[in-house]
């Protein structure tokens, strides 16, 4: 699609750039395609926008409200773009430009159809059970290990010496590295829980950015990573996940991440190496923990926190301010 046929698709304003430019798709910070554009709806995002070092040729559509001649991200922002256009409704941009690049990535994929019979086994020295599931436009590498039930719908890869315990469900658009261990009832790809509220009415965000495993992970039982919006969920490698996880969208786990059973992380929210989180441990949005953090059991975190952090309680506080509250309040109960 090129900028005119972007602007009628989302009934923008484009302020500067060639109409005739083409546009492959939306970008995320940590996700950059060549002549994608961003979505930029907060002054903390343009921010955070700012930072991200890319020479990728890309545009940007603007919520009108933070348009400002003398604002000084604004002319930065304008300086770095190929184009840039402007909308009153950006969630709504959001929405239709989700339900377009989604449909134009899987065009043509037949789903239902089985494959598995043009995988030749003994080629690659894998194990694939009688009863497994293969969709078009999947590569799986040497020796890997498929069991009976599981689910690949097409567009993987799977990579060498890699296990698929039964029963697993793989969607679309998800690789995963060397060396993996994949348990039984696990989903990896399913749809971002991701809505906008528009006309009464709550509209789907259209998820194409599938996961990208990284090598030596291993997911128990029960657990759930969604797929990303535009760009992928990140699993780093070496990362360790227990049974009953929830991974939401955009999420991005740093290497060798220890998440307990029950933990969930809510969307685009970010865990660096070698963090821990404790058994029913939660992160919401947008939030970000450091290198080494430690989070306690059933704590939720609702703020960011930097490297070696060690968080407890709901909300998440430092370990040491709980320690002096819970002491506290044991005082206060001996004077009564």
Same mark, same amino acid.
């Given at each position: 699609?090129?900028?005119?046929?972007?602007? +009628?698709?989302?009934?923008?304003?484009?302020?500067?750039?060639?109409?005739?430019?083409?546009?492959? @798709?939306?970008?995320?910070?940590?996700?950059?395609?060549?002549?994608?554009?961003?979505?930029?709806?907060?002054?903390?995002?343009?921010?955070?926008?700012? !930072?991200?070092?890319?020479?990728?040729? %890309?545009?940007?559509?603007?919520? !009108?409200?933070?348009?400002?001649?003398?604002? &000084?991200?604004? &002319? &930065?922002?304008?300086?770095?773009?190929?184009?840039? /256009?402007?909308?009153?409704? #950006?969630?709504?941009?959001?929405?239709?430009?989700?339900?377009?690049? %989604?449909?134009?990535?899987?065009?043509?994929?037949?789903?239902?159809?089985? #494959?598995?019979?043009?995988?030749?086994?003994?080629?690659?020295?894998?194990? =694939?059970?009688?009863?497994?599931?293969?969709?078009?436009?999947?590569?799986?590498?040497?020796?890997?290990?498929i069991m009976s039930g599981v689910k690949i719908m097409g567009h993987n890869v799977i990579d060498a010496n890699s296990v698929i315990f039964p029963n697993v469900t793989?969607?679309?658009?998800?690789?995963?590295?060397?060396?993996?261990?994949? %348990?039984?009832?696990?989903?990896?790809?399913? +749809?971002?829980?991701?809505?906008?509220?528009? +006309?009464?009415e709550h509209e789907k965000i259209w998820h194409y950015g599938g996961v990208e495993i990284h090598d030596n992970v291993e997911i128990g039982s029960g657990s759930s990573?969604?797929?990303?919006?535009?760009?992928?969920?990140?699993?780093?490698?070496?990362?360790?996940?227990?049974?009953?996880?929830?991974?939401? %969208?955009?999420?991005?786990?740093?290497?060798?991440?220890?998440?307990?059973?029950? /933990? *969930?992380?809510?969307?685009?929210?970010?865990?660096? +190496? $070698?963090?821990?989180?404790?058994? *029913?441990?939660? #992160?919401?949005?947008?939030?970000?923990?450091?290198?080494?953090?430690?989070?306690? @059991? @059933?704590?939720?975190?609702?703020?960011?926190?930097?490297?070696?952090?060690?968080?407890?309680? $709901?909300?998440?506080?430092?370990?040491?301010?709980?320690?002096?509250? =819970?002491?506290?309040?044991?005082?206060?109960?001996?004077?009564?």
């Open positions: 699609m090129n900028l005119s046929g972007l602007k +009628d698709l989302l009934n923008i304003e484009i302020l500067f750039g060639d109409v005739e430019t083409q546009v492959k @798709g939306v970008s995320t910070s940590s996700t950059i395609v060549e002549n994608s554009f961003f979505f930029i709806s907060t002054s903390r995002f343009l921010k955070k926008y700012l !930072e991200i070092n890319t020479e990728s040729p %890309h545009g940007a559509i603007i919520s !009108e409200e933070l348009l400002s001649d003398d604002d &000084q991200n604004i &002319q &930065q922002l304008k300086e770095r773009c190929l184009w840039l /256009a402007s909308t009153q409704d #950006l969630n709504s941009c959001m929405v239709r430009s989700s339900k377009f690049f %989604h449909d134009n990535f899987y065009e043509g994929f037949d789903w239902t159809r089985n #494959l598995v019979e043009r995988h030749i086994v003994e080629s690659t020295k894998s194990k =694939i059970a009688k009863d497994v599931f293969i969709g078009p436009d999947v590569e799986i590498k040497e020796n890997v290990t793989i969607y679309p658009n998800v690789r995963i590295g060397k060396n993996c261990r994949l %348990h039984s009832n696990t989903v990896i790809g399913s +749809d971002g829980f991701g809505y906008k509220f528009l +006309d009464g990573i969604d797929g990303g919006t535009f760009g992928p969920t990140i699993i780093g490698e070496g990362c360790k996940i227990d049974n009953h996880v929830q991974i939401a %969208h955009n999420v991005i786990l740093g290497k060798k991440v220890i998440l307990c059973g029950k /933990a *969930g992380l809510a969307g685009s929210s970010k865990v660096g +190496d $070698y963090t821990i989180l404790a058994g *029913g441990a939660c #992160l919401a949005p947008d939030c970000e923990l450091g290198v080494g953090c430690k989070v306690g @059991g @059933g704590a939720q975190v609702n703020k960011s926190w930097p490297d070696g952090s060690t968080v407890v309680g $709901y909300p998440a506080i430092n370990s040491r301010d709980w320690k002096r509250s =819970i002491i506290r309040f044991q005082q206060l109960n001996k004077s009564k």
